[in-house]
């Protein structure tokens, strides 16, 4: 039994962090446009399968938790992304302390790349 428990902990312990988050954080995401930061957008995510854009259009999202992707399925977002890769706080990512949703622009997109980030407002 203790094999058991040790082989299941060290399996949990080797997984990636942003990999035992279940569900997508709720709220608001503000986006930046690296190496300057300024701000592009902000979206709020309101029930983990929608969101809304700038507090103006709704759109909705896919959220796959074993391989830590958000795919916009439709509305503002999916116009010129085709997701984003989420990261959990401390998880090795560009994003520090914070949840975030790294956009990765469709092809042939002008979108800029942005690093969006959970906020508390």
Do not use: N
Request: proline letters at 8%; glycine letters at 8%; charged letters at 20%.
């Amino acid at each position: 039994m203790p094999k058991t428990f040790s082989l299941s902990l060290l399996t949990l312990l080797a997984l990636p962090a942003s990999a035992l988050q279940e569900d997508l954080p709720l709220g608001r995401y503000r986006c930046y446009a690296p190496p300057s930061y300024a701000v592009t957008a902000w979206f709020d995510v309101t029930d983990g399968q929608t969101y809304r854009y700038q507090g103006r259009s709704e759109g909705r999202l896919r959220f796959d938790a074993s391989s830590a992707t958000v795919r916009w399925l439709d509305g503002a977002l999916a116009e010129h992304y085709a997701g984003g890769r989420f990261f959990t706080p401390a998880s090795g990512a560009p994003t520090g302390e914070r949840f975030a949703i790294v956009l990765e622009p469709r092809p042939g997109s002008a979108a800029p790349a942005s690093e969006c980030f959970l906020t508390t407002h």
